[in-house]
Structure formats: structure tokens, C-alpha cells
């Protein structure tokens, strides 16, 4: 398998504009969780979805934050509109989720956004 | 809010062992304790995961205490690849709950 799957990999746009980051998480895997990291902040999880649908949402910091996963395949995170504090590095992950308690998280290469 | 505790840095000889120690003295008992680690500009990788007794794998052996409010992860022969940030993080066995990543434990690896 390829493993959890993101583009771009590194992104500079300017305040203001939109950016939409991608990913493509593991086949089979049913959870999808969107991470963002900064060195003030440390790893944040912005929000996840279980079997598409959004669980917890609770650290998208604001409306401009908005994400999608339309089928199992493929998720996106769009920020509109950007702004230089959204300078971070994004990271995609997966997992198999289940009861059992043996859920392991695999994370993607991650996106490197810089908002000028 | 942190459910853990771990130093901020470590450094360890290459070829000695490295372990890591975790506090989690409020650890419930349908509670996981997970060990990852991320090397410089990668997403973090897993390593071991335990509830209750000592695990094992090709990576390292994660020792938990009997009272499950510490656990150690040991790299038995630590090499220079080993140099990361690595997060010790306690999680509910159901599913839906999410992985809270704590600042973790930057481990320098010396020639």
C-alpha cells in the first residue's frame, strides 16, 4: 500500500486566497483524521471522520476552516480565505477503526502551507 | 488537556539502550497507552501500544508498571535514525475517541 496520500506538498499562497489541501487515505482504513503542527502550538487535531461522516469538529479554529470527505477514498481541507497564521504544516491521517482498541493512526507526509 | 508527562529532552549513546518514561497517574482502565514518534519533517509513525502488560515488537518494548501509571519505551540499541520527537499519549479503547499529541520527549541520539 502507498500509504496515507497528500498534496500538495508544499503550498505558498498569499492572504486571501483559498487553499485546498488533499488527501487520499489508506485503503480500508474507515477513520480520517486532519492534524495541523506549528512549533508554537505543537500537533493539533483539527477534526475527524468516522465512515465519512464528521465526528468531533471541536479544533477547526474557525469558519474559515471547512472539510469534506465525500466518499472513503479522498478528503479535503479548504481555508477561505487565508491568512498568514495558518502557516503550518498540515498532516492527514488514517486508521482502521474499531472496538477493539487496537486502532493504530498513519499519517501522511503532510502539506507545508505558507501564507504570505 | 495533557493526560501525560514526559521530560522534554533525552540524549542517549548510540548503541546504548534509550527509555523513554511516561507519567499517566490518572489512567482509567479501558485506557491505551501508545507510544509515536516523528522524525524531523515527517508525520509521526507508530511504535507499540499496550494496556495492561509489557509489549514487544521490532521497534522497541514498551514496559508498563503494575499500577499502570508510568509506562518506559526502550529502544534496546538506539542508532542515529532514532533521533525524534517522541509522544507517549493515553487513549479510550472505543472508537471515535481521538489521539491527543502532548509536546513529547525530543530524543538526541549521540555519536
Known amino acids: 500500500d502507498a500509504g496515507v496520500i497528500q498534496s500538495p506538498r508544499h503550498e505558498v499562497t498569499e492572504m486571501g486566497q483559498e487553499v485546498t489541501l488533499r488527501c487520499k487515505p489508506i485503503s480500508g482504513h474507515n477513520s480520517l483524521f486532519w492534524y495541523r503542527q506549528t512549533m508554537m502550538r505543537g500537533l493539533e487535531l483539527l477534526i475527524y471522520?468516522?465512515?465519512?461522516?464528521?465526528?468531533?469538529d471541536s479544533g477547526m479554529p474557525e469558519d474559515r476552516f471547512s472539510a469534506k470527505m465525500p466518499n472513503a477514498s479522498f478528503s479535503t481541507l479548504k481555508i477561505q480565505p487565508s491568512e498568514p497564521r495558518d502557516s503550518a504544516v498540515y498532516f492527514c491521517?488514517?486508521?482502521?477503526?474499531?472496538?477493539?482498541?487496537?486502532?493504530?493512526?498513519?499519517f501522511g507526509s503532510g502539506t507545508q502551507l505558507s501564507v504570505l | 488537556d495533557a493526560k501525560t508527562t514526559q521530560p522534554p529532552s533525552m540524549d542517549c549513546a548510540e548503541g546504548r539502550a534509550a527509555n523513554l518514561p511516561c507519567n499517566h497517574s490518572t489512567i482509567s482502565g479501558n485506557e491505551y497507552v501508545y507510544w509515536y514518534r516523528q522524525i524531523h519533517s515527517q508525520g509521526p509513525q507508530y511504535i507499540i501500544h499496550?494496556?495492561?502488560n509489557n509489549e514487544t515488537n521490532e521497534m522497541a518494548s514498551l514496559i508498563i508498571t503494575e499500577d499502570r501509571k508510568s509506562s518506559t519505551l526502550i529502544l534496546p540499541h538506539a542508532t542515529l535514525r532514532d533521533t525524534a520527537v517522541y509522544y507517549c499519549i493515553v487513549r479510550v479503547r472505543n472508537y471515535g475517541q481521538n489521539f491527543v499529541f502532548g509536546p513529547g520527549t525530543r530524543l538526541s541520539v549521540l555519536p
Open positions: 499496550g494496556l495492561k
Open positions: 471522520f468516522n465512515n465519512n461522516v464528521p465526528i468531533d
Open positions: 491521517a488514517s486508521s482502521e477503526s474499531n472496538r477493539g482498541g487496537n486502532e493504530k493512526l498513519f
